[in-house]
């Protein structure tokens, strides 16, 4: 937007055409340079305005019309083709002068929008954010600006800037009176909240009938031509408003195109308002992404009716791999087309005929296509949207088809990495196989980042193993396993991925030329094989744990075409650091697993013993993870007379859980083989945890003493702190024995046993407490879960068997707690054998 203030243009035109006339004057009638006059416009044009392009445009006219008088040749042909040509000189002058400054107008309004986004992009306060636009926009687009915003508890002015030599009294009037403008067009523009032009500003309006003559005194020496109001909008919502005011001294009124850059700008300036903290906190990407996204120039191509290139941009050049929009036009359309390797978004090529332009030409419907091109030349790959628009003629015939291609790179590569990285990482973290998941991962990788994807690492032997391999082909797949099967990569080879392996660094060619292939070959057969993938470029990154590389993720380029950018390795590197991270968290759970399993089966008995007049079965389920080590722990093993049954709890989970597990089963089945008591047992345990931590080493137990007397069988049962046993006898269950208190929360206590007979057919159910407080949808499985489960039981065998389908069935979501359970029952069997009971089972 051209503005008024500088006469260069008129001086130097004015002065050029008397210099044209001073020196036709002197050179006389037999020499004529009237013509020259034609110069005289286009000075003004290249220096001045449209105005002044004008005005020296009809001077030199004038001056061609009374050239006669000196040249004394008005009757002659000549003077009126001089004539002739000073006026279309002059017509010539004009357009220039239009288009210079309609693209002076751009350039200015380019750098308000470039300003306005660094004003985006910086972290400033309200205060600062406002003083920067307002200079943005004064004098560059108007010489008045008033920011408001709407709050909660009303409309709010944040700044005003003005122009001119009474600009500070301007500043303070509508500042100190944020109640103006308040009336008239621009007042009623403001409330609508919608953007509108005020082509006439009244200032009796704008001060409303409240006026006086100072104020209107100062409005005037404003001298305000028109106006416009502009929402300031962020993120869908409204903010405020802008008010816009031109006058008549610095340049035209405002039209139609002011007000929509007005709306772009003002969309810039709420969204640095909001960043500024005055509604909300906006991350700095995101500013960042506005401010790229706000300087994006789109790529226009005219084609004509018979598909040749009539005109295009610099940037449409620039877009297809030319150094000129001149160099693009006198390329045909066919050989621009070679240039790219052309796809749809779902990886299919795409025609030529196929492109929205050309299917405009042939009068079809030509919808937007997001198209990937790959330079043959240099293989880079660039995302594009590319949309066509019919110019018909007045009788509906396509004179022209008007192309826009937008670059989209950088957002489908954003989409790609977060897409890939998402689908990547549930591949990874779905399933502890991790060669599954690492295949996985390389056909996520193919075709949108390579069109090879392989996965390898050392064998332990000496040579790296391809663990997996993907191609969007099958047969190509088979293919790379041949070849890996029968060309083995050794350890120690000095390049490619072992020398990745070992240097921990990833390495990218992008042009790989048949010298290299040449000395990678291990032979002839293997150099054919190599040429018949069509490798054009290769980027290795290494596969990294904390315990340093133990693998590379290798990228092929070969039939696409295309390179690798920096771009495509950095989130080839990022993919191979997950891949890394989950497969050492794969081996390390793997590992941890092994360790728990390992422990915990040293935990309990391997199987119980064998003991005559009794029958015993068990129940064991560990909580949680598998490599969680459970607290809960059973034990039978012979005693001076008989046997003893042991379950606990400690409390706890993991290592510390696994030390008291064992201390609490070993304690008791010493002390209880040599002293046959279980209340002894459960005392030198209770001493033993209370020394090891006061009040936290905690469990629970309850000690079941089987013995045979006359032919009949007892249990004495002493509980400490554990759930009571339930008794099943007769078709009834019923709870046996005492409770007594926790081991290890006291020093000394005592327990109390308590003798049950038990006869043929009688269960005895040992259990903890995750049996009970295992949870259902709605509710705990509970003591009342259990007794109906156990109902109707008549041996150890069934009761087991009972509690578990019972379980399986209630339980909702991840077991809770660990759950074991230690039943037996009372059998017939020959007195010899009862009496026959040797100490050392079971030890």
């Known amino acids: 937007m051209p503005r008024k203030g500088s006469w ?389 015939h396509v004179q022209f088809a008007v192309t826009v291609i937008e670059d989209i790179t950088e957002v489908k590569r954003a989409e790609l990495a977060q897409r890939l990285l998402a689908q990547a990482g549930q591949a990874l973290y779905s399933s502890l196989d991790y060669e599954h998941t690492l295949q996985r991962v390389a056909e996520l990788a193919v075709p949108e980042l390579a069109d090879w994807c392989a996965v390898s690492m050392p064998d ?54 048949n010298e290299m292939l040449e000395q990678v070959a291990k032979d002839p057969e293997h150099l054919r094989l190599l040429r018949e993938v069509g490798m054009r470029a290769v980027t290795i990154l290494p596969l990294e744990t904390r315990a340093g590389v133990i693998g590379a993720l290798t990228l092929v380029s070969a039939e696409s075409g295309r390179t690798f950018t920096p771009a495509d390795v950095k989130l080839a590197g990022e993919l191979a650091r997950r891949a890394g991270a989950a497969v050492e968290t794969s081996r390390l759970y793997t590992e941890r697993s092994h360790i728990a399993r390992t422990l915990q089966s040293a935990l309990l008995p391997p199987q119980l013993p064998e003991m005559p007049g009794w029958n015993a079965a068990t129940l064991y389920r560990a909580a949680g993870r598998e490599n969680w080590v459970g607290g809960d722990f059973y034990d039978a093993f012979p005693v001076e007379g008989g046997w003893m049954l042991v379950v606990g709890d400690v409390v706890g989970h993991g290592p510390e859980a696994a030390s008291l597990t064992a201390e609490a089963r070993y304690t008791l089945r010493t002390a209880a083989m040599l002293s046959g008591s279980a209340v002894v047992a459960l005392s030198e345990l209770n001493r033993g945890l209370y020394e090891r931590d006061p009040g936290t080493a905690l469990c629970t137990a309850v000690c079941v003493t089987l013995r045979e007397v006359g032919g009949k069988g007892y249990a004495e049962i002493v509980c400490a702190g554990h759930p009571l046993p339930l008794l099943l006898r007769d078709g009834r269950v019923e709870a046996a024995g005492r409770c007594g208190p926790m081991l290890g929360a006291w020093e000394e206590k005592s327990w109390m046993p308590v003798e049950v007979p038990l006869g043929d057919g009688d269960v005895l159910v040992l259990y903890t407490d995750g049996v009970i407080d295992a949870e259902g949808e709605e509710q705990r499985f509970g003591e009342a879960g259990l007794r109906g489960a156990l109902t109707g039981t008549g041996t150890a065998d069934d009761a087991v068997t009972r509690i578990g389908r019972a379980l399986d069935g209630f339980e909702v979501g991840e077991q809770a707690d660990d759950t074991a359970v230690l039943a037996v029952s009372r059998v017939r069997v020959a007195v010899e054998a009862v009496g026959a009971v040797d100490l050392r089972a079971g030890a």
């Open 460 to 513: 332990g032997e000496g040579c790296i193993r391809q663990v997996a391999v993907a191609h969007a082909e099958p047969e190509k797949m088979a293919f790379a396993r041949m070849l890996a099967e029968r060309y083995p990569v050794s350890e120690d080879e000095p390049a490619g991925v072992p020398q990745v392996i070992r240097e921990g660094r990833a390495q990218t060619i992008n042009q790989i030329p």
């Open 8 to 396: 260069l243009g008129l001086a130097a035109g004015l002065l050029t055409a008397v210099a044209i006339v001073a020196i036709d004057v002197g050179f006389g009638p037999d020499t004529v340079i009237t013509t020259a006059l034609v110069l005289a416009p286009l000075v003004a044009a290249l220096l001045g305005t449209p105005r002044q392009t004008v005005i020296v445009g009809a001077a030199a006219v004038v001056l061609a019309l009374v050239s006669g008088f000196w040249n004394d040749n008005f009757a002659e042909a000549g003077y009126f083709l001089r004539t002739a040509i000073v006026v279309a000189g002059g017509a010539v002058g004009l357009a220039a002068a239009l288009l210079r400054a309609r693209e002076a107008g751009n350039r200015n309004r380019l750098g308000v929008l470039m300003d306005a986004a660094g004003v985006v992009d910086d972290t400033l306060s309200l205060e600062e954010t406002v003083h920067r636009l307002s200079h943005i926009v004064v004098p560059a687009l108007a010489d008045l600006c008033i920011f408001e915003v709407t709050r909660g508890s009303g409309p709010e002015r944040l700044g005003v800037r003005a122009s001119g030599p009474r600009a500070r009294e301007i500043e303070d009037l509508f500042q100190a009176n944020p109640e103006l403008p308040s009336a008239g067009g621009v007042g009623a523009a403001v409330k609508s909240g919608r953007a509108q032009l005020i082509p006439d500003v009244s200032y009796e309006e704008l001060l409303g009938p409240a006026h006086d003559e100072a104020r209107l005194e100062v409005l005037r020496s404003l001298g305000a031509a028109s106006g416009m109001v502009v929402p300031l909008r962020a993120r869908g919502r409204s903010l405020g408003s802008l008010v816009l005011a031109v006058t008549r001294r610095s340049r035209p009124a405002y039209d139609r195109d002011d007000l929509e850059f007005a709306e772009l700008l003002a969309g810039r300036a709420g969204l640095a308002l909001d960043n500024a903290g005055l509604f909300s906190e906006l991350a700095i990407a995101e500013a960042q992404l506005t401010v790229v996204l706000g300087s994006l120039a789109e790529a226009v191509i005219v084609q004509s009716a018979g598909g040749g290139v009539i005109y295009a941009n610099e940037v449409a050049a620039k877009t297809l791999g030319f150094e000129s929009a001149e160099g693009l036009l006198a390329t045909p359309a066919a050989q621009v087309a070679d240039r790219f390797e052309a796809y749809r978004e779902d990886g299919s090529r795409l025609r030529l005929e196929d492109l929205p332009g050309r299917r405009v030409l042939a009068g079809q419907e030509a919808l937007p296509v997001v198209v990937r091109a790959v330079d043959r030349r240099t293989g880079e790959e660039r995302w594009r949207i590319t949309k066509a628009t019919a110019v018909r003629s007045r009788d509906g």
